[in-house]
């Protein structure tokens, strides 16, 4: 075997100790053809989910090489699964920048949050979301009902949300600059799940929220590229984020987010109202949707 860059490789470990609970060293593995692996995988749903995870590894450093990009198109093509999410692949190991951001924006939760901004507020609505994010207009009485979450109690739903605003210097929806109020489901899931607004927490929030997406077309797959591309990964091929990398540092974390978002009740990206939630103590509302307890806790991108 080639070379494992570390976020992969560390991804790779992390996997399979998280997922399957061995501990095989990988570079004494042998390989293997893509005829063999579906003479013994059969069932559809973890083909699928085999391309995902060399998909995933493949980004994991922030590049891929065409060689590489074209051995992961040839497991695909052996298991018969097909998936935009190999254009997105086959573009970043071009590097056609635009080309991967375009793929990925396009295929994940972006447009799912315009259409359903459209189908609440019709198109004007649309356009002041649209305009309100590029600091050009506000609503004040949206924000108003924002503001006044500082009023409710500490313990509540709500107050977090009020404090993971203002701690990280956020707008809330309906001030200047901020994120259309469809896109909320974002930051209640900073607070529901505990990942904080650090690179790390945001890699990890973006794999929480691609697990309660499993039932969309792409299984939470671009949710998850979107994540390791804003943040997870080295060299940014998305351009929102900050230079990070980090999912190397917390790739079992990773995997652990994913599975926490997997067993909540509801997909909170599909027109959940967390308004009648607000003022619940976070721990019911937790309860009330199946948020798993972390493993463990502590690390610097856990709200206390």
């Known amino acids: 075997p080639g070379w494992i860059a570390p976020p992969a490789r560390a991804l790779i470990d992390a996997a399979q100790g998280f997922l399957l609970g061995t501990d095989l060293d990988v570079d004494r593995i042998e390989g293997i053809e893509p005829a063999d692996v579906a003479c013994v995988l059969e069932r559809r749903g973890m083909r699928r989910q085999l391309v995902q995870g060399m998909i995933l590894v493949s980004m994991a450093s922030g590049e891929s090489s065409p060689l ?14 097909e998936t935009p999410a190999l254009r997105a692949l086959h573009h970043l190991a071009s590097q056609d920048l ?64 009020w404090r993971h605003y203002r701690d990280n210097g956020f707008s809330v929806p309906g001030e200047r600059g901020s994120f259309p109020e469809v896109g909320v489901y974002h930051d209640l899931s900073h607070v529901i799940s505990g990942y904080n607004a650090t690179p790390e927490g945001e890699t990890l929030v973006g794999a929480f929220i691609a697990g309660y997406r499993w039932r969309r077309p792409d299984h939470g797959l671009f949710t998850l590229l979107y994540a390791l591309g804003d943040f997870g ?30 067993a909540l009740s509801i997909d909170l990206s599909d027109g959940w109202d967390f308004r009648p939630y607000l003022d619940q103590p976070l721990d019911e509302v937790r309860a009330l949707l199946g948020v798993p307890d972390k493993d463990e806790g502590g690390h610097r991108w856990d709200y206390a």
Do not use: W
Not at 68 to 80: C, I, P, S, Y
């Open 68 to 81: 590489q990009a074209r051995a992961v198109e040839r497991f695909a093509e052996e298991l018969g699964v």
């Open 98 to 161: 635009l080309l991967y951001r375009l793929c990925v924006l396009r295929n994940g939760h972006m447009p799912d949050m315009l259409r359903a901004e459209y189908a609440k507020h019709g198109l004007t609505g649309l356009a002041k979301a649209v305009f309100g994010i590029g600091g050009y207009g506000e609503d004040p009485e949206m924000a108003a009902r924002y503001f006044a979450l500082e009023s409710l109690p500490d313990e509540t739903l709500g107050k977090h949300l």
């Open 233 to 262: 990964v080295e060299g940014r091929p998305l351009p929102s984020g900050s230079r990070g990398g980090v999912v190397g540092k917390v790739a079992r974390q990773f995997f652990e987010a994913i599975e926490r978002g997997t």
